[in-house]
């Protein structure tokens, strides 16, 4: 995302991230790290095959299998704990939102088709606001329990190892949520326009939305079904399946995402809306989805899509995805967001100055490879996202009409020992620290200190190598720094995590002029 603010992300209050400093103290004492450290992930059962569960009849009377137990109630993500759950994965989501009004509540529904990586006694969604109605498994009520932003389903029977499940949960949704941070984020869930909605859920407002296994490296494939008074269209990510008529004059929209989305990138925007269709490179259908009266007046700046993708292209090989489109936010809400192939742009960007319009659709562009297609595994990746995205927004800037990228990475590498006391180092942020400048401009930092090392041409192989390799999966900082290494020729361990993680910027490679301003308490 960026913040299209005249206040820049980094300029919130540097305060104390009082988690993070007890959880280093704790840490020091050996405590809280363990725990944090040891559960559950990702990417399997981390537990001794001893928890797991042995052999035996199940409570419900099954001859044989793992004892079912609880699913976690998140992925383990030391920065945001609770956020996804273990026990499952989701194989598709299927929404459906019966919209009614803006700012009114609705009946929604949401559709998990789901496969169990464990035996399971109960599972969590993650669940915030709305108004619950009725949750069922395979067909048969099943209790449901909220405790936080966790849903806690028990099944009427538990569901075995492996086998496939489905999770039916009604809900009057309420399209006025939103929750605050103090970083570049400000404001996030629904976004009310005057008629209708768009959706900005980074980080983990998607729960506001629906149910769902939130976390940025957890994807599935989303079928949207949304049904809209007449005289109004509803928009989501990838394709338009189908626009049926309906009793009333209401309209079902039906949209398929095509590739695998995760949760906070999903996009669901109704309103007045034109579709303005092009095309980009080697005919990539162009759908930019502009509210009536802002069609011609944003033109301009969103006429020049096909050329950074053009330009994007040469840097980072293929866009990923099979569409891709600009939806013109009518909000007020200061910032852009990558939802997956369709970025949202608010028309405060669109309608003011050309150099300060590309530098958001760039970056958000840039986001469809890195941070979309190539999704982080855990939050303290994102540095690999925001900070790519700034980068390129930078690079293309310099070459259009903005200000010098150089110029830019010495005026960052002049603050980054403070940026790194305030907000931890590229690749430590802390929770409340997540998308502060550090993040942005410190980030794309770490990536010219690369190029500046290994030199533009082989920087330029490491980055279309990354996009490549990794699209369309889950990917980290150690992946990368492993890629740069193999694709250089050398081990660059020791030089990427001085810049990850150290408490002091290292010298930068090629300006042995540039020095780091004194860090202010
Ligand atoms: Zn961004």
Redesign the pocket.
């Known amino acids: 995302?960026?913040a299209t603010s005249t206040r820049p992300p980094g300029a919130a209050r540097p305060r104390r991230p009082r988690g993070a400093l007890a959880a280093a103290l704790l840490c020091a004492a050996g405590l809280l790290c363990a725990a944090l450290l040891a559960g559950p992930l990702p990417f399997g059962d981390q537990r001794p095959a001893a928890q797991r569960g042995t052999p035996a009849a199940g409570p419900s009377g099954a001859a044989s299998g793992p004892v079912p137990s609880p699913g976690a109630p998140g992925v383990g993500d030391p920065l945001l704990p609770l956020d996804g759950n273990g026990g499952y994965t989701v194989r598709r989501y299927t929404l459906a939102f019966d919209w009614r009004a803006p700012r009114t509540p609705f009946p929604a529904g949401a559709t998990i088709d789901a496969t169990a990586t464990q035996a399971l006694s109960r599972f969590h969604l993650d669940f915030a606001g709305n108004t619950l109605r009725q949750v069922t498994v395979d067909g048969e009520r099943a209790k449901a329990v909220r405790d936080g932003d966790e849903l806690v389903v028990t099944p009427a029977r538990p569901i075995r190892e492996g086998g496939a499940f489905t999770v039916h949960v009604d809900y009057t949704a309420d399209p006025t949520q939103q929750r605050e941070r103090d970083d570049a984020i400000r404001v996030y869930g629904w976004g009310p326009t005057p008629d209708g909605t768009v959706v900005c859920a980074q980080p983990n407002g998607a729960k506001m939305i629906f149910p769902v296994n939130d976390h940025p490296s957890l994807r599935a494939p989303v079928t949207f079904r949304i049904t809209t008074p007449p005289g109004l269209t509803a928009v989501a990510n990838g394709r338009l399946v189908e626009r049926a008529g309906r009793p009333g004059g209401r309209i079902r929209w039906t949209y398929d995402s095509e590739h695998p989305v995760a949760a906070q990138l999903v996009q669901l925007a109704i309103g007045r809306f034109t579709f303005a269709d092009s095309t980009g490179p080697r005919g990539l259908p162009v759908r930019d989805v502009v509210p009536d009266g802002l069609v011609g007046d944003t033109e301009d700046h969103r006429s020049r899509t096909a050329g950074h993708l053009a330009w994007l292209e040469r840097r980072l090989g293929p866009y990923p995805f099979r569409r891709y489109g600009v939806l013109v936010g009518d909000t007020d809400l200061p910032v852009a967001l990558?939802t997956q192939s369709l970025s949202v742009v608010p028309r405060a960007v669109l309608l003011g100055d050309r150099v300060r319009a590309e530098r958001d659709l760039v970056?958000?562009l840039v986001?469809q490879w890195t941070?979309n297609s190539v999704a982080i595994r855990r939050w303290s990746d994102l540095w690999l996202?925001?900070g790519h995205?700034r980068f390129y927004e930078r690079l293309y800037s310099d070459a259009h009409g903005g200000p010098g990228l150089e110029d830019a990475m010495r005026a960052a590498y002049e603050q980054h020992d403070q940026w790194r006391r305030d907000a931890g180092a590229p690749a430590e942020p802390a929770e409340p620290t997540l998308f502060t400048v550090m993040r942005y401009d410190g980030s794309a930092l770490v990536l010219y200190a690369l190029r500046e090392k290994v030199g533009e041409e082989v920087f330029e192989k490491i980055e279309r190598a990354w996009v490549t390799t990794y699209r369309g999966r889950v990917a980290g900082t150690r992946d990368f720094v492993r890629l740069a290494s193999r694709v250089a020729g050398e081990d660059l361990a020791p030089f990427l995590d001085a810049w990850l993680y150290g408490e002091r910027t290292p010298p930068m490679p090629g300006h042995p002029d540039w020095q780091v301003d004194p860090v202010l308490s």
Do not use: F, L, N, V
């Open positions: 995302m960026t990558e970056h958000e986001h941070g996202s925001e995205a």
